[in-house]
């Protein structure tokens, strides 16, 4: 085969190979759009198809939504939070279930959607040993008996952020970087997929990360 057969089977794969990267990612992307709108849109498709005989796709998602924002209406009163506290505290005593529903809960209240007090701060810490740095969170602050200002800061876990360590550090044994705490959660759950651009350490000029007793 001629050296210029080659090279156009060269040029013909490279093109290939680029219009599958761009192709691939966008037909992930709509294929899971489409899977989501499907399982939401038959939530309710049989109810309404019993009771009015009739559906059109959509309708069953369009309803799906309408009846999550009624619930929160209810629930932005006092008797409706009543209720949730109530629900609440049955659901955390079934068995099996209850695992499912306190994992679903704490990733949407560390997600922010709670009116719960989010995280301070993100930053970057030594773990899980010298020389690694990982996400984490500061969470709040404290003294010790010298009178040292102490941070508390929880380190997650990747993709589900709900499980992790907290850590009692240092100033010098933080790293300040330009990473919202919006930005540094979306980076754990996508497992670095999605992480922000031009993000960039603050030296705060206190030493390095090593971990010095407390």
């Known amino acids: 085969m001629s050296s210029s057969n080659n090279q156009a089977l060269k040029t013909l794969r490279n093109r290939f190979l680029t219009g599958l990267a761009f192709v691939l990612p966008i037909g992930a992307a709509l294929g899971l759009l489409i899977w989501v709108f499907n399982i939401i849109d038959g939530l309710l498709k049989p109810v309404i198809e019993f009771f009015f005989n009739w559906y059109f796709p959509g309708l069953g998602l369009l309803v799906t939504l309408v009846l999550i924002y009624l619930v929160g ?23 099996i279930f209850n695992q499912v ?3 679903a809960k704490q990733v949407i209240e560390t997600l922010g959607v ?3 007090v989010s995280f301070k701060e993100a930053v970057m810490v030594e773990f899980p040993r010298t020389g690694m740095h990982s996400l984490a969170f500061i969470t709040n602050e404290t003294t010790n008996s010298a009178g040292e200002k102490l941070y508390l800061v929880y380190v997650p876990g990747s993709p589900n952020p709900t499980s992790g360590f907290l850590e009692l550090l240092r100033e010098n044994q933080i790293e300040r970087v330009n990473v919202s ?6 980076t754990l759950i996508s497992c670095g ?15 390095d990360l090593h971990p010095n007793k407390l």
């Open 73 to 95: 209406l209810i629930l932005s009163n006092y008797f409706g939070k009543q209720i949730l506290g109530w629900v609440d505290k049955i659901l955390v005593k079934v068995p």
């Open 101 to 103: 529903y306190n994992s």
């Open 181 to 186: 705490v919006e930005d540094a959660m979306k």
């Open 114 to 116: 709670s009116n719960k």
């Open 193 to 207: 997929l999605v992480f922000p651009d031009n993000v960039q350490a603050i030296d705060v000029g206190k030493g």
